[in-house]
């Protein structure tokens, strides 16, 4: 072998080797790790989902067919660390999801998602708190004993399409900064239901066929909050805003008294729906659909 041929093989061997390296790198940059945990819970009491930590994209739904329920928590160990657990005495699922190392992702590759899939016709406490990330309630099938959920930023997107006559004493939704989504808030059999934020977009349907006097506080301080209810129903309305810098209106047919608004079916049959509306800087709508 010559000079010029050896020089010519170490540079290819040098080059392979670079390339193996930078492969490497790249493949450790997008490496991902995955938590599973499957359990069965026990249908004669509440079923408790608990969620805390710094944030993911969540999202829970049900099973379609069976009795065990399965968790998958897929993330990007650079930058997030999570767990999984499931205690059956308890009938308790738990997860944490917690950052690590939050750099830009130009990239699109860090990743942290969690699914739960739970069985239906379970009865639920949900109990969700994280900073920030994404929730995506889907209800369908389930039946809820208590829901709470805390985030400081984000987005929720939550439906409830089946009904759910379990009675709850208080719904608690707190996102701070975001966009609040929630649909078949008429499906649920709850006394007391709070939803707050500050700044963001929130709307808020009341549709569904569960019967039952009910009292809901919405408050949005920077926004659009747009309330939903259903066409027929009676409801009164106490809107509470920040002067004129909060635009409201009202289905056409409704009465005002001062703060106060009433649908006209609130007239001659008691009230269903008792509203406290409150608003800073924005736009309040109320629509009947």
């Known amino acids: ?8 093989f170490r540079t290819v061997i040098a080059t392979v080797f670079l390339l193996l390296v930078a492969t490497s790198l790249l493949f450790a940059s997008v490496q991902q790790e995955e938590v599973a945990q499957r359990f069965v819970p026990d249908r004669e009491r509440p079923v408790r989902i608990e969620v805390r930590g710094d ?8 099973v379609r067919e069976g009795r065990e329920g399965r968790a998958r928590y897929r993330f990007t160990p650079n930058n997030f660390e ?3 657990h499931w205690d059956a005495e308890e009938n308790l699922l738990s997860a944490v999801l917690d950052v690590r190392n939050l750099a830009s992702d130009e990239e699109g590759d860090q990743r942290s998602d ?3 899939l739970i069985p239906r016709t379970s009865t639920v406490d949900l109990d969700f708190s994280i900073k920030g990330g994404v929730l995506d309630l889907n209800g369908e099938g389930m ?3 208590d829901i709470s959920v805390e985030m400081w930023g984000g987005e929720l997107a939550a439906e409830f399409p089946t009904p ?3 009675p709850l004493e208080h719904v608690n939704i707190d996102v701070k900064m975001g966009e609040i989504r929630i649909e078949g808030l008429g499906n649920l059999a709850f006394d007391q239901l709070d939803i707050n934020g500050f700044a963001g977009d929130m709307r808020v349907d009341f549709n569904g066929s569960v019967k039952r006097e009910r009292f809901a506080r919405i408050d949005l301080e920077f926004g659009t909050m747009t309330v939903i209810v259903p066409k027929g129903m009676a409801v009164r309305a106490r809107i509470a805003k920040w002067g004129f810098l909060a635009d409201v209106s009202i289905p056409a047919g409704w009465g005002r008294d001062g703060r106060y608004a009433f649908s006209p079916s609130s007239r001659d049959q008691d009230v269903e729906l008792n509203l406290d509306i409150r608003g800073g800087v924005g ?3 109320i629509i009947e659909r």
């Open 82 to 84: 999570g767990s999984l």
């Open 55 to 62: 944030g993911a994209e969540v999202e829970i739904a049900t």
């Open 114 to 116: 969690l699914d739960i």
């Open 143 to 145: 039946r809820f004993a």
């Open 1 to 8: 072998m010559t000079d010029r041929e050896r020089i010519a």
């Open 164 to 166: 759910s006559a379990e």
């Open 283 to 285: 736009e309040i709508r």
